[in-house]
């Protein structure tokens, strides 16, 4: 989220400033000014953070608890009016999804927390990834690199999905919005969330527009299915054994539930309009994440 917002705040006359750990190698572009922290000492952060109007943050689900909470005190001892907090995928405003992944739940943490200390969060509901969760096999179930794919149910359950470019356009939009006055504005938008999407889309048309960009069919393809409760439970239960990639395979078999849970976009609809968002090709989508895999993409180094 990080690398791909700074990417369209650049195209904007917004001040950009990225913390860091202290003694990291991060690189970022030109105009972009870096102050190094130390994530457990609240005053270091304070002191980053004096002078900013929003705070946008990005952190690895793996990341300490604690961490979250020290910048958003931070932010309040430096006067931050505005967060945008770790929170960014499928709806956690959704309770039957909040009961079954239980981090979900972090996001209303987050934002109480805000609340208490006097500001105010606006907060992205963009789905899963595209290119990140078409590109590690197992999430969308199809595995580019292996040429297999596992259909949860039939495969044509709807799911809203947008791109890192999608998401990052978001942000840069929203904080476009002017602060206060008639109209869509920041001031309008606090303590709520944006709904924005790439496309609503299914496996089926997934695998589709694979075969397109990589001109195969259904032929040169192992396909198999299986039922999504039972791979939700099956990691669940495998979750308790300690296996670190069954939570992300629960969450991702759990939005793909055939109770609409991963279609918000039919439920509640969208701000795409609102923010501006352009319509994009799945295709294009699909070519990047082929090209992403055929490199030797390390997604977690992303």
């Not at 917002?5 to 990225?18: F, G, R, V």
């Not at 040429?147 to 359950?157: I, P, Y």
């Not at 969330?193 to 960009?213: G, K, P, T």
């Not at 299986?226 to 439970?233: D, G």
Request: with cysteine.
């Amino acid at each position: 989220m990080g690398k791909h917002t700074i990417t369209e705040l650049l195209k904007t006359n917004i001040q950009i400033t990225a913390l860091t750990r202290q003694g990291s190698n991060l690189s970022v572009p030109n105009g972009v000014s870096i102050k190094e922290v130390d994530y457990d000492d609240i005053s270091s952060i304070t002191t980053a953070l004096e002078g900013q109007d929003f705070l946008m943050i990005t952190l690895s689900v793996i990341t300490p608890p604690g961490v979250h909470s020290n910048l958003v005190q931070a932010a309040a001892k430096a006067g931050i009016k505005y967060i945008m907090p770790n929170a960014y995928g499928f709806d956690f405003h959704n309770k039957a999804l909040i009961s079954d992944i239980d981090v979900a739940s972090r996001f209303s943490e987050y934002s109480s927390e805000i609340e208490r200390l006097g500001m105010s969060h606006f907060s992205l509901v963009c789905s899963f990834w595209y290119e990140w969760s078409l590109g590690i096999g197992v999430l969308y179930g199809i595995d580019i690199k292996e040429r297999k794919a596992t259909f949860f149910d039939d495969g044509t359950t709807r799911i809203n999905t947008s791109t890192w470019q999608q998401c990052g356009r978001a942000v840069a939009k929203i904080l476009s919005l002017p602060i206060d006055g008639e109209g869509e504005t920041l001031e309008s938008w606090k303590n709520k969330s944006f709904y924005i999407s790439s496309f609503r889309v299914n496996q089926r048309e997934m695998l589709d527009s694979v075969h397109r960009v990589m001109g195969t069919e259904d032929k040169d393809w192992e396909i198999s299915y299986e039922p999504t409760k039972k791979r939700y439970i099956q990691a669940v239960e495998d979750m308790k054994t300690g296996d670190r990639n069954a939570f992300a395979k629960a969450m991702y078999a759990r939005v793909f539930f055939p109770d609409g849970s991963g279609d918000y976009e039919s439920r509640r609809g969208l701000n795409n309009e609102i923010l501006d968002l352009p319509t994009e090709e799945l295709d294009e989508a699909t070519k990047r994440t082929v090209d992403l895999v055929e490199s030797g993409w390390n997604p977690f180094g992303q």
